[in-house]
T-cell receptor, first 109, second 115 residues
Framework: EDQVTQSPEALRLQEGESSSLNCSYTVSGLRGLFWYRQDPGKGPEFLFTLYSAGEEKEKERLKATLTKKESFLHITAPKPEDSATYLCAHSGSARQLTFGSGTQLTVLP | EPEVTQTPSHQVTQMGQEVILRCVPISNHLYFYWYRQILGQKVEFLVSFYNNEISEKSEIFDDQFSVERPDGSNFTLKIRSTKLEDSAMYFC?????????????FGEGSRLTVL
């Protein structure tokens, strides 16, 4: 069964304290691994797509990496405005996205 | 910047009633989706729609649900005979390409409360 597991469930950081979020996945025939950001009461906002092991994507303070079984979202020197829930998702043989439960990130000033 | 818009933002209904959730996707997008998120749970796929027909649907999307693109701009989700467990946030999304690329543009959601 295709699955996406994210850890930790919640993470509190001080402003400027770098860290990483983990996404473990099992899927038959990975089409892509995706990261989204979701603010409270809002829809997910697309961040990155990764297609193959070893691939990396960066955007401002965020960098996403991919291995054959995991993806990491690295947050460098976070700011309070980076506080949100970060969702990992994959698409496999079925084209719909399978989401993880998310990591709720809080960055304290 | 183009965005997906959804109405209503919040709807309260009695169990057994029918509801229609409406979405206006981004104008040049070709693929449309409904996802839902029960409070505190994962975002779950319901249905995808392309070329005026359903292309994929999940086990959740049973005969109680239907989708329609009635006029070339709106995309609707109809839920017949609502149940308590239908209470959730329903997200519409659109994409210029097949969803396998993952770059879906989501609306802000319609919160459905079934009493």
């Amino acid at each position: 069964e295709d699955q996406v597991t994210q850890s930790p469930e919640a993470l509190r950081l001080q402003e400027g304290e770098s860290s990483s979020l983990n996404c473990s996945y099992t899927v038959s025939g990975l089409r892509g691994l995706f990261w989204y950001r979701q603010d409270p009461g809002k829809g997910p906002e697309f961040l990155f797509t990764l297609y193959s092991a070893g691939e990396e994507k960066e955007k401002e303070r965020l960098k996403a990496t991919l291995t054959k079984k995991e993806s990491f979202l690295h947050i460098t020197a976070p700011k309070p405005e980076d506080s949100a829930t970060y969702l990992c998702a994959h698409s496999g043989s079925a084209r719909q996205l399978t989401f993880g439960s998310g990591t709720q990130l809080t960055v304290l000033p | 910047e183009p965005e997906v818009t959804q109405t209503p933002s919040h709807q309260v209904t009695q169990m057994g009633q029918e509801v229609i959730l409406r979405c206006v996707p981004i104008s040049n997008h070709l693929y449309f989706y409904w996802y839902r998120q029960i409070l505190g749970q994962k975002v779950e796929f319901l249905v995808s729609f392309y070329n005026n027909e359903i292309s994929e649907k999940s086990e959740i999307f049973d005969d109680q649900f239907s989708v329609e693109r009635p006029d070339g701009s709106n995309f609707t989700l109809k839920i017949r005979s609502t149940k308590l467990e239908d209470s959730a946030m329903y997200f519409c999304a659109s994409s210029p390409r097949t969803g396998g690329t993952g770059e879906l543009f989501f609306g802000e959601g319609s919160r459905l409360t079934v009493l």
